[in-house]
């Protein structure tokens, strides 16, 4: 199967589970579980919520590569955040992406995936990666209406 192929399956799965759902939470860690189990380039999925004082991670699968609790402004979450925008880093193996989304102008969290080896993520990845984002915001509006 192609990666186009894959990445429209997971378009397909997040969109029928996010139609099903009455709640976010059950939504947030399908999203994790599916894109680690249907895209092998995918060493771990997280959802960081924002919180209190530190983006704290609520939901995720695959390996556990980042930091369960990180304090606002220590991470590129933040940088994220703060830009209201995709963040790519890429580093020795890894590539790292961070895609923020939010209830209006309010964060909710952030969506990270991270790869190894580098390079494995790229503009497909990231368009799919936006279409999830969207997709959350739109759920949140309708809920909150």
């Known amino acids: 199967m192609s990666k186009a192929d894959l990445l429209d399956d997971i378009r397909y799965e997040v969109g029928l589970k996010s139609d099903k759902s009455r709640r976010l939470e059950p939504v947030y860690?399908?999203?994790c579980k599916t894109m680690v189990e249907m895209m092998t380039d995918y060493e771990s999925v997280s959802i960081y919520m924002a919180q209190t004082s530190a983006f704290i991670?609520?939901?995720h699968s695959g390996s556990h590569l980042l930091r369960k609790d990180i304090p606002y402004g220590d991470s590129l979450l933040s940088l994220a955040a703060v830009r209201g925008n995709v963040v790519r880093e890429m580093k020795d193996t890894v590539t790292e992406v961070y895609v923020p989304f939010y209830h209006g102008h309010h964060l909710i969290g952030v969506l990270v995936v991270v790869?190894?080896?580098l390079?494995?993520?790229d503009d497909e990845d990231v368009t799919l990666f936006?279409?999830?984002r969207s997709l959350l915001e739109t759920r949140l509006k309708e809920m909150n209406n």
Do not use: V
């Open 130 to 132: 936006c279409e999830i």
């Open 115 to 117: 790869s190894i080896p």
């Open 119 to 121: 390079g494995r993520i």
């Open 57 to 59: 991670r609520m939901y």
């Open 29 to 31: 860690a399908f999203i």
